[in-house]
């Protein structure tokens, strides 16, 4: 059974422009839920999505947001990039709602120069 | 406020050597606290979930338990492929949380042969 596939793997972008990330989850994985990954703060939630509804969002500006599709393809955008964004994203889906076990995938590395 | 603090920050052990990781948290109400085992460039790989004091769960060589306030990863007779960053994280049992998960910072396992 194929696992969480995210893409890009990697990204470069500038200050100032956005950029949209993507994720599916596991075959049959209705919940996908959105972490940041940086050296000094460790893993993050940014927010979570079940049936294409947000039910839960983490400390994070505005700039940060995403939505989940019908077969539960998730994105996440980021835009005015700042450098402090720089970071693994990392995006989990879990069976049912996102109380169940959280499969993650290997991320989206994004550097803002 | 939900914390998650992992100790020690960093371990390292020689082939066969037997240790134990440490992950204390404070949160309002526990539904959950999992562990992950994290390679470099890579996402989190789920290990164990525990649900309730007292609860012990086994792996190969990595034993996990819980207890009220903290929980152990125990691992005998490691192995250098057993080298990893692990994570521990919570899920509190908050309704209006969902299934957001708070990390602690992570215990990076080396071993040498």
């Known amino acids: 059974k194929a696992g969480v596939t995210q893409t890009p793997r990697y990204l470069i972008k500038t200050r100032g422009q956005q950029v949209t990330l993507s994720c599916s989850p596991i075959?049959?994985?209705?919940?996908v839920s959105w972490y940041q990954q940086t050296p000094g703060q460790g893993l993050q939630f940014l927010f979570e999505?079940?049936?294409?509804?947000?039910?839960n969002k983490g400390n994070f500006p505005g700039r940060f947001s995403g939505r989940q599709f019908s077969n539960s393809r998730s994105e996440m955008n980021v835009s005015t990039l700042e450098l402090g964004d720089s970071a693994l994203y990392l995006c989990?889906?879990?069976?049912?709602?996102?109380?169940?076990?959280?499969?993650f995938g290997p991320g989206t590395r994004l550097t803002v120069l | 406020e939900d914390q998650v603090t992992q100790s020690p920050e960093a371990l390292r052990l020689q082939e066969g050597e037997s240790s134990s990781l440490n992950c204390s948290y404070t949160v309002s109400g526990l539904r959950g606290l999992f562990w992950y085992r994290q390679d470099p460039g890579k996402g989190p790989e789920f290990l164990f979930t525990?649900?309730?004091a007292g609860e012990e769960k086994e792996k190969e060589r990595l034993k996990a338990t819980l207890t009220k306030k903290e929980s152990f990863l125990h691992i005998t007779a490691p192995k250098p492929e057993d080298s990893a960053t692990y994570l521990c994280?919570?899920?509190?049992?908050?309704?209006?949380?969902?299934?957001?998960?708070?990390f602690g910072q992570g215990t990076e396992l080396s071993v040498k042969p």
């Open positions: 999505y079940f049936s294409e509804t947000q039910r």
């Open positions: 075959s049959g994985h209705r919940s």
């Open positions: 989990a889906s879990s069976l049912r709602l996102a109380t169940d076990t959280q499969y």
């Open positions: 994280a919570v899920q509190p049992l908050i309704y209006n949380q969902g299934g957001k998960l708070i």
């Open positions: 525990l649900y309730s």
